[in-house]
Nanobody, 115 residues
Framework: QVQLVESGGGLVQAGGSLRLSCAAS????????MNWYRQAPGKQRELVAA???????NYADAVKGRFTISRDNVKTTLYLQMNSLKPEDTAVYYC?????????WGQGTQVTVST
């Protein structure tokens, strides 16, 4: 089993920054493809950013240029640096990991961007 625990969410004003962290079990973290998803009220869960176990990254158009996904395999932690935050970024952000069709999810952390 893999345990994923998000942290770093909170309330921030538009234009501000937050750094989300996802602490993962160390045994298999390095072989997981990792993702950040988010779900806003009334909307479907959407993929925000992804990073493969090899370090290749991809971003949703809505966050491209503002968010940066990274991973530290020594600390077995996934990060999402969020800059220039907008009210439409408000959502619960979820850490996700996958390996060979098996998925793991964190509990989510709330990000609220005020005007």
């Amino acid at each position: 089993q893999v345990q994923l625990v998000e942290s770093g969410g909170g309330l921030v004003q538009a234009g501000g920054s937050l750094r989300l962290s996802c602490a993962a079990s160390g045994s298999i973290f390095s072989i997981l493809d990792m993702n950040w998803y988010r779900q806003a009220p009334g909307k479907q869960r959407e993929l925000v950013a992804a990073i493969t176990r090899g370090g290749t990254t991809n971003y949703a158009d809505a966050v491209k240029g503002r968010f940066t996904i990274s991973r530290d395999n020594v600390k077995t932690t996934l990060y999402l640096q969020m800059n220039s935050l907008k009210p439409e970024d408000t959502a619960v952000y979820y850490c996700n990991g996958n390996f060979r069709g098996v998925g793991y999810w964190g509990q989510g952390t709330q990000v609220t961007v005020s005007t």
